[in-house]
Each structure stands twice: as C-alpha cells, then as structure tokens.
C-alpha cells in the first residue's frame, strides 16, 4: 500500500492484512528532504511475545525508529 501527500515523502507500507489497521493509525508522515537518503520510518507498534515461556507476558510497545530503506553491505569484508 502507498500513501501519499504533495510535499511529504511516499510512505510505503507492506505486512499482515490483520495488523494494517492497527500500523496505520500509527504512521507519521515526513515532509520531503527531512529525512537522510533512503530512510525510512517505522511506525510504533506492539509485538507478540511469540518466545515459549513469555507468550503470558502480552505484547511490548516497539516506539518508532529509524531504518536504511535497503540492505546495507561493505564489499570488501572478509569472511568470518
């Protein structure tokens, strides 16, 4: 899904059909050039607590934050 503003950048968003509601109440939109090249917002949501043994402690809020639009590599690492 694409949401769009004159003056704000695109914000691209794909995941879950179910959580769409809930991620799209959250979003915030940046007007153009406030953020670094190829930045991208991550809106605040809550996360299950899918891990055996703390699935009865809920959700935890996740705040915003920041993310490289795209993979970031270094060409000249040697392998591990």
């Known amino acids: 899904m694409e949401i769009r503003k004159k003056g704000y950048q695109t914000i ?5 059909g179910q959580f769409v509601g809930k991620i799209v109440q959250h979003l915030r939109m940046d007007a153009l050039g406030t953020l670094a090249k190829n930045m991208v917002r991550i809106p605040t949501t ?16 996740v705040p915003e934050f920041l993310m ?13």
Do not use: C, S, Y
């Open 12 to 16: 691209e968003f794909a995941g879950p």
């Open 68 to 80: 490289d639009k795209f993979e970031v590599r270094t060409r000249n690492t040697k392998p591990l």
């Open 46 to 61: 809550t996360t299950a607590m899918n891990i055996v043994g703390l699935e009865q402690h809920g959700g935890k809020e």
